[in-house]
Every structure is written in C-alpha cells, then in structure tokens.
C-alpha cells in the first residue's frame, strides 16, 4: 500500500510540472490576446492535470492472454466461495512499445522496500514542513499585530504598518491600517476596497489554499516555487481588471494608490495584499492598467480556447497512464473476476471500515462491489453478488453498494442489490440513506422504488438530514410531495441541517415553502443551530420570504440561540431593508438574545456606521447590557473604531457603564491596545482606576478582578499602561487575569 501510495505521488508531481511547463509557456500570450483573468484562469491547468494524474488507469478484461503473452507466470488464485478448481489469472500492464506481465499474488502485494518507504517519509516530512512555516509565519504575523477583532472588516490594534489585505481562507476578510483615512482620500480608499473585495467575490483565498497546498505537495520542485510566484502575479492583475471594469475611468488614480502604497504596509504571509513585492511585479500591474477592456467576443474566444486548454491537458495527463488488462482462463470466468477484483494484501487500507478490519478479504470484496457499481459493470457487479460478496458493505467516502447504485441512477442495479438483501435503509456517512439521495437527485422514480422496498421515508443520517429536507433543498417539487404523501414529518428537525422549511428559505423557494406551510410546517420552531424561519430569510435577505412570514404571522421576536433575533441577524449582515421591514413589523430594536447581544452591538461590532445611525434614529438604547458581549460602547472599545466610539458617546452612552463578565469601555480599550480610544474616554471621565470583578472563578473560588493598568500590563501595552501611569492609575495589586 505504500509503495502503490508514493508511485501516485510520483505520477501526480510528473503530471503537475508537466502542466506547470505548459502554463508558464502559454502565459504572456494570453496576457497580450484575451487579458488578465484569462491568463489567471489558465493556471486550472495545473490541479486538473494532477487529478488526472491520479485517476485510475483504463480498465480491460478479457478471456484469454494472446499467444505471445502466454510465457508470463501463472499463479492459481483460490476461489472466494465456491469450490471449483482453481483457475489459472494474470495480470499485465501493457507499456508503451512492450508487454509487462506480472502475476497477480500475496506476494507481488507485499509491503514495500526500504528505498520507497523512506522516500515517502522524506516526502511527508517536507510537505509538513513547507505547510508548518507557512501556518507559523501566519500566526506570528497576526498575534504581533494584535489582528484577533471578530469583525467584518479587522482593524490592528497596535500598529500601523498592515494591509490593505484579505485575510482567511474559509471566511476571508479585510484588514486596514490604522491610519487608512488619513492615509488616503476618499476615493482611494474606495479603490482599494474594491480590490479586496474583488479578490473576495472571486474566491481567491480559497484559490490560494489549493495553490499552497500543491506548492507544499511539491517542496522538492523549484518549478513548483517559480509558478506560485507567477500565479500570485496573475491574481493580483486579474483583480486589477476586474476592478477596472467598475472603476475605468480612475485608471491614472488607480496607479499612483499602487504607487504610493509601496513604502507603506506589511505584508501577510497568507494573505491577498493590496500592495506588491517581488511576486506581484509592480511595473507589470501599473502597464497592464493601460490597457483598456476587451472586446466581448474576444472575451469569449478566450474562454472557449481556455476551456479546450484544460480539457485537453487533463485528457493528455490520464492518457499517459498505463492501461490495466486482466487475463482470464477458465471456463469459471465470472468466479475469477471476482476474485482478481476482490484482491486484498495484509497490510492494504480497509477504508476505515470496522468489518473491513477484522476481515480484509471480504472488505476488498465489498470495495471491488462498490467500484462495479460506480462504473455500472452490472456483469462484474452480478458475479460478486452470486459469489457472496457483503450486499451492505460500506466504504467510507462513497457509501453503500445501495447508495452508489441510486446516486449514479441504475435502476436495474437497485432492483438487483434489493433483491439480495441489501438494507434499504442503510445511512452512509456523508451521503446519507439511499432514500435521501434519491430526494437530493430529484428523482422520483428512484424514491418510488425505495418507498415501495420500504425504505424509512424519515429516515436521519447524522449530518446528512432527511429526505425531506434534501427534496427541499434542491428544489424538487414533484418529489417534497411525493414524500409528504408517504408520511413525511413536516417538522422534523435535523441538527445542521435544521428542518425542510428552513432548507426551502435558504434556497428562495415560496413554492416548496407554501406546500411544506400547507402540510403543517410551524413558522416559529427553533431548529437548534439553524435558527428560526424569520432568522433564515433575514439571514439569506430574502424579502418575499420575510414578507409571506411576517404576513402569516410569524413572531419578529423569536429569538434562536447562537443567531439571536431577526433583527439583530439583519443588523450583524449591515440589510438595512431587512431592518426597517422587521421595525415597521413591530421588531424589538432592543431585543437581547442571551450570547449574541442586541441589533446596535452587532452592528458596532461590525463597524457599520450606516446600520448604527438607523438603529440609533430609531430609538436604540445605547446603554442596553448584553452580558458576553458587553453594550456598545464596551463593543466599540474592544473593536477599537474611535469615530464609532464618539459616536456613542454623542447619543449618551456611558463611559464608566459596567457589565459583569466585560468590564468598562476604558479596561476593553487597554485589554485590546487601543491607544487612541484610551486616551479619548479619560478625556471624557473614564476612571483609570477602576477595580470591577471580572466574574466568578470556577478554580479557584474567589472573585477575580481587572482594571485599566493591569489589562494593559497584562497583554504588555506598555504605551498604554504609561498613559494610565501619567493620568494617575495605580498598580495593581495583583497581576490580572486575562
């Protein structure tokens, strides 16, 4: 097994430098003809040709070896259940200008030598390495500027010598120095923004995690490093372009802000960053921007050439694969297919399947099954059934025999394996019963054919859900009904998947939501973890879902742990049309949720000034406490934007407010660093020598205490704690918990 693993390794690095190659060749010329994305996207190249790399190889079977191949050795496999005579099989793997021949044995499947064992360790170690350095270089960046705000839009604490960036591959967002408005006008700053949302709205941290991770699976590569270098480049003049399609007419304004933000900011190891260093060539970004936007047919020319492109290397990388021919003798030829299908060695990966372990035969038995059905070889599929193989097998990533037969839509597969026993209602981790991925194709043949076999039509698979709300979710008319005939429960909840009327929200869909409404669904049930129907189409901003609720009298002030009210949800997502519709519906605009604070804290947390004002026009009080999250002015402190904190304290917030748990505005502002916002709340009476309990302590059994100076000593603010010092703070009298 792990020699076979590091021969796909091999395979998959030769296939990947081999695109590597062709991009680098190809990418100036797509610059010059179809511009800067085409070029970008050229680079898709490189993961489909390691994909195709790794994909299995041609797979042919045939009755007999040609006669010139009939000197190869020839072993005698014995037979899974049957007790016919063994059969003579051999394998062969045809190279280009020869025919290899190799018996098919225990032996041949033996653990692997010394040289490839530890090469596949080297190898490991590297790409550990490689990811490591990248992941400390990262942590080491964001702790020493302080960037742990759980905002929209990160500000630093401390210093003022990062971004702009986009920062986080699984929730991007965009970090900002300190003095942004002071650094650049208005409109550059819109610029910039712009470009870092472009990088947003494209998905490119997510690019750039798939681009690390092949950079790091191939640390040995020095093309590997060269094409990450030029790929980066690519990214940032494909935002460039695609931001000039907004913004055209600021070309000359565009350049001189990449200019003038060269000697001004930090770059983060992972990060997109408006700013350039030696992989973004400036000089390249600033001549690009001369050039003026593409022709759509000649957009379109790109595309079309590009999707030829990566169709052809992906092709050309599998059709380099050798193709695998199994030889059968013998007149028992389904009894031997099994069996060359079935082959396991000792040491083979089960799948992480239980039985699979205890008996490894049996569960390369069922994997060869599953492969057979994958690949609608019904004959293959027939003989391993008629030899005994385990109908209810379960392969870890792909399912049950059953499953997979209903996922690819083989009918008269599934009509075979219920017929042999297989358990209709068998959940497969990540794909769930048969019945439910029956609804998630939207094929109602299919969920008949399991209904009538027996098939649980409320059957739950932990993290899959049930069919009902997969019908939902995928928008199937035809089969919601269809399942709510068969007795579906309309409110069954599914945790992380909440219930089918919330999945039919999310998806938009006021057909599936009044037919699920009419069955009984309830507007008002909390689906842990998922919210409310109101939270959802608050949450997704979906106004004719939120008007047909609010109309049938759904409550405005249901409040879902974990989301909080509608309105604080539409708060938190800056939907100011969200918000007035839920005011004007009679919305609390002080409404707490216990964990998730009130509609003006989240919208101080998120830095939103346009969302604050109508909160605060609207009659919000400012002073609310939401324990764990403090109130807005304490929000204000801890995120550090000093023009929201002056605006709070304009409509009368208190600067010495105190909520058990998150202190004052002046100890949050010196917990988080922020100097500037210390020094305007003591000029607006903050007390530097406030002593407030910070809550019980479950260890020790003592009340514990902070105050100003001891949280800035605490997190080593020494700028602060010597300003505390100047206004008269007295040390503490013992160091301060965090």
Same mark, same amino acid.
């Given at each position: 097994?792990?020699?076979?693993?590091?021969?796909?390794?091999?395979?998959?690095?030769?296939?990947?430098?081999?695109?590597?190659?062709?991009?680098?060749?190809?990418?100036?010329?797509? @610059?010059?003809?179809?511009?800067?994305?085409?070029?970008?996207?050229?680079?898709?190249?490189?993961?489909?040709?390691?994909?195709?790399?790794?994909?299995?190889?041609?797979?042919?079977? +045939?009755?007999?070896?040609?006669?010139?191949?009939?000197?190869?050795?020839?072993?005698?496999?014995?037979?899974?259940?049957?007790? #016919?005579?063994?059969?003579?099989?051999?394998?062969?793997?045809?190279?280009?200008?020869?025919?290899?021949?190799?018996?098919?044995?225990?032996?041949?499947?033996?653990?692997?030598?010394?040289?490839?064992?530890?090469?596949?360790?080297?190898?490991?170690?590297?790409?550990?390495?490689?990811?490591?350095?990248?992941?400390?270089?990262?942590?080491?960046?964001?702790?020493?500027?302080?960037?742990?705000?759980?905002?929209?839009?990160?500000?630093?604490?401390?210093?003022?010598?990062?971004?702009?960036?986009?920062?986080?591959?699984?929730?991007?967002?965009?970090?900002?120095?300190?003095?942004?408005?002071?650094?650049?006008?208005?409109?550059?700053?819109?610029?910039?923004?712009?470009?870092?949302?472009?990088?947003?709205?494209?998905?490119?941290?997510?690019?750039?995690?798939?681009?690390?991770?092949?950079?790091?699976?191939?640390?040995?590569?020095?093309?590997?490093?060269?094409?990450?270098?030029?790929?980066?480049?690519?990214? $940032?003049?494909?935002?460039?372009? &695609?931001?000039?399609?907004?913004?055209?007419?600021?070309?000359?304004?565009?350049?001189?802000?990449?200019?003038?933000?060269?000697?001004?900011?930090?770059?983060?190891?992972?990060?997109?960053?408006?700013?350039?260093?030696?992989?973004?060539?400036?000089? #390249?970004?600033?001549?690009?921007?001369?050039?003026?936007?593409?022709?759509?047919?000649?957009?379109?020319?790109?595309?079309?050439?590009?999707?030829?492109?990566?169709?052809?290397?992906?092709?050309?990388?599998?059709? *380099?694969?050798?193709?695998?021919?199994?030889?059968?003798?013998?007149?028992? +030829?389904?009894?031997?297919?099994?069996?060359?299908?079935?082959?396991?060695?000792?040491?083979?990966?089960?799948?992480?399947?239980?039985?699979?372990?205890?008996?490894?035969?049996?569960?390369?038995?069922?994997?060869?099954?599953?492969?057979?059905?994958?690949?609608?070889?019904?004959?293959?599929?027939?003989?391993?059934?008629?030899?005994?193989?385990?109908?209810?097998?379960?392969?870890?990533?792909?399912?049950?025999?059953?499953?997979?037969?209903?996922?690819?839509?083989?009918?008269?597969?599934?009509?075979?394996?219920?017929?042999?026993? /297989?358990?209709?209602?068998?959940?497969?981790?990540?794909?769930?019963?048969?019945?439910?991925?029956?609804?998630?194709?939207?094929?109602?043949?299919?969920?008949? *054919?399991?209904?009538?076999?027996? /098939?649980?039509?409320?059957?739950?698979?932990?993290?899959?859900?049930?069919?009902?709300?997969?019908?939902?979710?995928?928008?199937?008319?035809?089969?919601?009904?269809?399942?709510?005939?068969?007795?579906?429960?309309?409110?069954?909840?599914?945790?992380?998947?909440? +219930?089918?009327?919330?999945?039919?929200?999310?998806?938009?869909?006021?057909?599936?939501?009044?037919?699920?409404?009419?069955?009984?669904?309830?507007?008002?049930?909390?689906?842990?973890?998922?919210?409310?129907?109101?939270?959802?189409? /608050?949450?997704?901003?979906?106004?004719?879902?939120?008007?047909?609720?609010?109309?049938?009298?759904?409550?405005?002030?249901?409040?879902?742990?974990?989301?909080? +009210?509608?309105?604080?949800?539409?708060?938190?997502?800056?939907?100011?049309?969200?918000?007035?519709?839920?005011?004007?519906?009679?919305?609390?605009?002080?409404?707490?949720?216990?964990?998730?604070?009130?509609?003006?804290?989240?919208?101080?947390?998120?830095?939103?000034?346009?969302?604050?004002?109508?909160?605060?026009?609207?009659?919000?009080?400012?002073?609310?406490?939401?324990?764990?999250?403090?109130?807005?002015?304490?929000?204000?402190?801890?995120?550090?934007?000093?023009?929201?904190?002056?605006?709070?304290?304009?409509?009368?917030?208190?600067?010495?407010?105190?909520?058990?748990?998150? $202190?004052?505005?002046?100890?949050?502002?010196?917990?988080?660093? @922020?100097?500037?916002?210390?020094?305007?709340?003591?000029?607006?009476?903050?007390?530097?020598?406030?002593?407030?309990?910070?809550?019980?302590?479950?260890?020790?059994?003592?009340?514990?205490?902070?105050?100003?100076?001891?949280?800035?000593?605490?997190?080593?603010?020494?700028?602060?704690?010597?300003?505390?010092?100047?206004?008269?703070?007295?040390?503490?009298?013992?160091?301060? #918990? &965090?």
């Amino acid at each position: 097994m792990t020699s076979d693993f590091f021969d796909l390794m091999v395979q998959a690095a030769i296939g990947t430098s081999a695109a590597m190659l062709l991009v680098l060749v190809l990418r100036r010329r797509a @610059h010059a003809a179809f511009g800067a994305r085409t070029a970008y996207a050229l680079w898709l190249i490189v993961p489909i040709a390691m994909i195709a790399s790794l994909l299995p190889a041609d797979f042919v079977v +045939t009755d007999s070896a040609p006669k010139a191949e009939r000197r190869a050795p020839v072993v005698e496999v014995p037979a899974l259940t049957d007790n #016919d005579a063994p059969a003579p099989l051999t394998e062969t793997r045809p190279k280009t200008g020869t025919t290899a021949q190799k018996a098919l044995t225990r032996t041949n499947a033996a653990a692997p030598t010394v040289p490839d064992g530890w090469l596949m360790v080297l190898w490991l170690a590297g790409t550990c390495a490689s990811l490591g350095a990248l992941a400390y270089g990262q942590r080491r960046f964001m702790r020493r500027h302080g960037l742990r705000a759980r905002t929209n839009t990160l500000r630093v604490s401390r210093h003022a010598d990062v971004g702009p960036a986009v920062l986080g591959f699984m929730t991007p967002r965009i970090v900002v120095p300190t003095d942004f408005r002071d650094a650049y006008n208005r409109l550059e700053r819109r610029l910039i923004l712009a470009h870092e949302q472009a990088h947003i709205r494209a998905g490119d941290m997510q690019t750039n995690a798939l681009a690390i991770a092949i950079r790091s699976l191939n640390w040995f590569n020095p093309l590997a490093y060269i094409a990450y270098g030029l790929f980066r480049a690519d990214q $940032e003049m494909a935002c460039d372009e &695609r931001v000039m399609r907004r913004f055209g007419q600021h070309r000359r304004l565009y350049a001189e802000t990449l200019l003038k933000s060269q000697l001004m900011g930090e770059r983060a190891p992972l990060g997109c960053s408006w700013f350039g260093d030696t992989r973004h060539p400036l000089k #390249d970004r600033v001549a690009k921007l001369a050039r003026r936007e593409l022709s759509p047919a000649r957009r379109m020319l790109g595309v079309t050439l590009l999707l030829g492109a990566t169709s052809l290397s992906g092709m050309a990388a599998w059709a *380099t694969l050798a193709t695998q021919v199994i030889y059968i003798e013998g007149d028992n +030829t389904a009894g031997r297919l099994a069996q060359a299908d079935s082959f396991i060695s000792p040491d083979m990966d089960t799948g992480g399947d239980s039985t699979a372990q205890q008996d490894p035969l049996k569960a390369a038995q069922g994997a060869a099954l599953v492969d057979a059905i994958m690949e609608r070889r019904r004959d293959h599929a027939r003989a391993f059934l008629k030899a005994g193989v385990d109908v209810n097998y379960h392969r870890k990533g792909d399912g049950t025999p059953l499953s997979v037969a209903v996922l690819v839509r083989d009918r008269e597969m599934v009509d075979m394996l219920i017929k042999a026993g /297989a358990d209709v209602n068998k959940p497969a981790l990540g794909d769930g019963t048969p019945l439910l991925v029956a609804a998630r194709n939207r094929d109602a043949a299919m969920v008949a *054919t399991l209904l009538e076999a027996g /098939a649980d039509v409320n059957g739950y698979s932990p993290g899959d859900g049930t069919a009902l709300i997969a019908a939902a979710r995928s928008g199937d008319k035809a089969v919601v009904e269809q399942l709510l005939k068969a007795g579906a429960k309309v409110n069954q909840v599914a945790p992380g998947d909440g +219930t089918a009327l919330l999945a039919a929200i999310e998806r938009d869909d006021p057909a599936i939501m009044e037919m699920l409404m009419a069955a009984g669904a309830d507007l008002n049930m909390v689906a842990p973890g998922d919210g409310t129907a109101l939270t959802m189409a /608050a949450q997704m901003s979906h106004d004719r879902v939120l008007d047909r609720l609010i109309k049938l009298g759904a409550d405005v002030n249901k409040a879902a742990p974990g989301d909080g +009210t509608p309105l604080l949800v539409a708060a938190r997502n800056g939907d100011t049309a969200i918000v007035k519709k839920l005011l004007a519906a009679g919305a609390d605009i002080d409404g707490y949720s216990p964990g998730d604070g009130t509609a003006l804290i989240a919208a101080v947390q998120a830095s939103d000034q346009a969302m604050i004002e109508l909160l605060l026009e609207a009659g919000a009080d400012v002073n609310k406490a939401a324990p764990g999250d403090g109130n807005a002015l304490i929000m204000a402190a801890a995120v550090g934007d000093l023009a929201i904190v002056k605006r709070l304290m304009d409509a009368g917030a208190d600067v010495n407010g105190f909520v058990l748990g998150d $202190e004052t505005p002046l100890i949050t502002a010196s917990r988080a660093g @922020h100097l500037e916002v210390v020094e305007y709340l003591i000029s607006k009476g903050a007390n530097v020598n406030a002593r407030v309990p910070a809550g019980q302590d479950w260890q020790r059994r003592s009340e514990r205490y902070r105050s100003p100076l001891g949280q800035a000593l605490r997190y080593e603010h020494n700028d602060i704690a010597d300003y505390l010092r100047e206004k008269g703070a007295t040390e503490p009298k013992e160091p301060e #918990d &965090r």
